[in-house]
């Protein structure tokens, strides 16, 4: 059973940028059947994907934050990590890893399982 | 870009059957996948594919998706179904959330 573990900062300020590691125990990284995701959710709102990488370093980000994120793998750590640069307080948020199961051809993903999160605050 | 939109809120009584509407444009082209939230938890998958359950989720909760519409079934609803349920689906550009719903049993 893949296991997922968040880390980094709890408090980022505004205008530097947010980075977090998600430590993957359980399954190596490199399993060409897992993709791995970063999702978001603001205190009291609800899910923003943000996007995902393949072991091979291949990404997908959502539209509406490609021009502020980046992710990286490091399958030596069974690692993925996320940055989030420019960060204002509307970054503030919990911020969720994942595994996903994508299937091309079919067209669908899901998310399964989910790190416990770790809440991010943006301020000075 | 794409939305799928989902009450804010359901009651239903203990015992009787929750029903979780997810609408978006030609949403039955798409597939759909379901996860519950407790208050202070991770989400949970519960439904993918439409239909599917992972094996440790229990037959109470189904899924159907058809014409603009995704519906998430729980039978039998239980006090520990109180949560807070969220679609989702994909159009191979991007991953989106619906609002998500707050279950109430009482």
């Known amino acids: 059973q893949v296991q997922l573990q968040e880390s980094g900062p709890g408090l980022v300020k505004p205008s530097q940028t947010l980075s977090l590691t998600c430590t993957v125990s359980?399954?190596?990284?490199?399993?060409?059947?897992?993709?791995w995701s970063w999702i978001r959710q603001p205190p009291g709102k609800g899910l923003e994907w943000i996007g995902y990488i393949y072991f091979n370093g291949s990404t997908k980000y959502n539209p509406s934050l490609k021009s502020r994120v980046s992710m990286s793998v490091d399958t030596s750590k069974n690692q993925f990590s996320l940055k989030v640069n420019s960060v204002t307080g509307a970054d503030t948020a919990v911020y969720y890893c994942?595994?996903?199961?994508?299937?091309?051809?079919?067209?669908?993903?899901?998310?399964?399982?989910w790190g416990q999160g770790i809440l991010v605050t943006v301020s000075s | 870009s794409f939305e799928l939109t989902q009450p804010p809120s359901v009651s239903v009584s203990p015992g009787q059957t929750a029903i979780i509407t997810c609408s978006g444009d030609?949403?039955?082209?798409?597939?759909v996948s379901w996860y519950q939230q407790k208050p202070g938890q991770s989400p949970l998958l519960v439904v993918y594919?439409?239909?599917q359950r992972p094996s440790r989720i229990p037959d109470r909760f189904s899924g159907s998706n058809s014409g603009n519409t995704a519906t998430l079934t729980i039978s039998e609803t239980q006090t520990a179904d109180e949560a807070d349920y969220y679609c989702?689906?994909?159009?191979?550009?991007?991953?989106?959330f619906g609002g998500g719903t707050k279950l109430t049993v009482l």
């Open positions: 594919q439409d239909l």
């Open positions: 994942a595994t996903v199961y994508v299937d091309i051809v079919a067209t669908t993903n899901w998310f399964d399982p």
């Open positions: 359980g399954d190596p990284i490199s399993s060409v059947d897992y993709h």
């Open positions: 030609k949403l039955g082209d798409k597939y």
């Open positions: 989702q689906s994909w159009d191979s550009t991007t991953v989106t």
